[in-house]
């Protein structure tokens, strides 16, 4: 068994909530106003193991306690009650240029952060053109980190703390900043690291770079860990809690306006809905060799509808579509009012095995607005073979039959 770089045993922590009318309530009442009735715990008895060279990711909504959690991590906060063991050195990357001396140039601050992370001046001298050569922000190395742009600011901090080589590193939602090839220049030397035993411990929204970080997942839902377990198997629950969730609230609306942010799976209008989406299979597996049979619900609410369906199968890790129907240069169909049945066969496709998700639109053929959607239909392709990523969205002859009700 592998060395614990990281332990915590039934750690909580608190916030005192935003003051507003309670400190006036305290001319107005006999009773003072406690201030137990306005903190809210934010970590809940969570207990966690990591062990050395373990590559983890922080999964949950927004204020669900991940950045709180890599605070009390970093001691940079003290936990209410519980106890945090951390074995190593560690470099820490939580919010944008902390740590930095606007006053200070890049050099400068490198020193500086080095001397923080226990390193001799000698030591980080000789870091100094590796640290260079992978912010790549020119001669702004020598000018105030206050001149800096957002993404230089990061630029600078990725580098340094990767220069470091700690024995845990610690990143929240860092690697949504900066453009796209050193996003991928950032997530090659924490998959380096990582190879060479660092401890990695990130928070972050795309799924794309957990699947590619991380190899354990660690869901939080309101403090506390809700599902610790192999990545793939936790984003794919949470994904499908989302989506569950997503399509709840979608279905709590009123009708009578247009929908379209509701949530990222479901959109609907006045005029038409795209009630549900299933699988001929209610294992919802499919072995992406055999074709595949999906079935819609659409409900009308006007007199008449007359639209063009577009199908797409879409990554649920990318979250990007892959293959669709020719859609644009089909017939429309004029749907009636009512609940109609649309049935699609999907024909057998080179997919890689993996979650997929199954969307079903409506594009009005007269104004070509998208104006109802649906893609809460998660599949697992099972691909008795390697298939190769797909490169751009494909069309394919997608077979779509109306069915009236």
């Known amino acids: 068994m592998s060395q614990i770089a990281i332990a915590l045993s039934h750690v909580s922590k608190s916030y005192t909530r935003g003051r507003t009318v309670w400190p006036w309530a305290r001319w107005f009442r006999a009773t003072d106003v406690r201030d137990e009735a306005l903190r809210r715990l934010v970590i809940d008895d969570v207990s966690l193991q990591i062990h050395a060279g373990e590559r983890i990711a922080l999964i949950g909504h927004n204020g669900a306690g991940k950045s709180t959690l890599l605070k009390l991590i970093s001691n940079i906060l003290v936990p209410d009650t519980g106890t945090i063991t951390v074995n190593g050195r560690v470099s820490s990357l939580l ?38 050569a992978f912010a790549d922000i020119g ?3 020598h000018q105030p980190v206050k001149m800096y742009s957002s993404g230089m600011y990061q630029r600078l901090a990725f580098a340094s703390a990767f220069a470091m080589h700690p024995d845990i590193l610690i990143a929240d939602e860092g690697l949504s900043v900066g453009d796209a ?12 690291l990582g190879r060479q035993g660092t401890t990695i411990v990130v ?15 660690v869901w939080l839902h309101n403090g506390k860990v809700h599902h610790d377990g192999p990545i793939a198997a936790v984003a794919e629950a949470y994904a499908s809690h989302m989506t569950r969730e997503a399509f709840d609230r979608a279905n709590q609306l009123p009708q009578g306006e247009l929908h379209r942010e509701s949530n990222p799976y479901v959109l609907f209008s006045e005029a038409v809905r795209v009630c549900a989406v299933t699988c001929a299979d209610s294992s919802a597996d499919w072995d992406s060799t055999q074709p595949l049979v999906v079935t819609a619900q659409i409900e009308v609410y006007v ?3 007359l639209a063009r369906l577009r199908f797409r199968i879409i990554g649920a890790a990318e979250n990007l579509p892959i293959v669709e129907n020719d859609f644009t240069n089909q017939a429309a169909h004029r749907f009636g009012r009512g609940l109609h049945t649309v049935q699609i066969t999907v024909p057998p496709q080179a997919l890689k095995s993996g979650l997929y998700r199954m969307g079903v639109a409506l594009f009005s053929a007269e104004t070509h607005e998208r104006e109802a959607a649906n893609s809460t239909l998660f599949v697992r392709v099972h691909t008795p073979h390697s298939a190769p990523d797909p490169a751009w969205l494909t069309t394919r002859d997608i077979v779509v039959d109306y069915i009236d009700e």
Do not use: W
């Not at 928070?203 to 997942?217: D, E, F, P, Q």
């Open 95 to 132: 919010e944008l240029g902390i740590g930095f001396h606007p006053e200070m140039t890049g050099i400068e601050n490198v020193y500086f952060y080095g001397a923080i992370m226990g390193l001799r001046r000698v030591e980080v001298s000789a870091l100094i053109p590796e640290i260079e």
């Open 139 to 141: 001669d702004y190395m």
């Open 181 to 192: 090839t050193f996003q991928q220049k950032c997530l090659s030397r924490i998959e380096a």
């Open 203 to 217: 928070v972050a929204h795309s799924a794309t770079a957990i699947m590619r970080i991380a190899t354990r997942g």
């Open 303 to 305: 007199e008449t509808f």
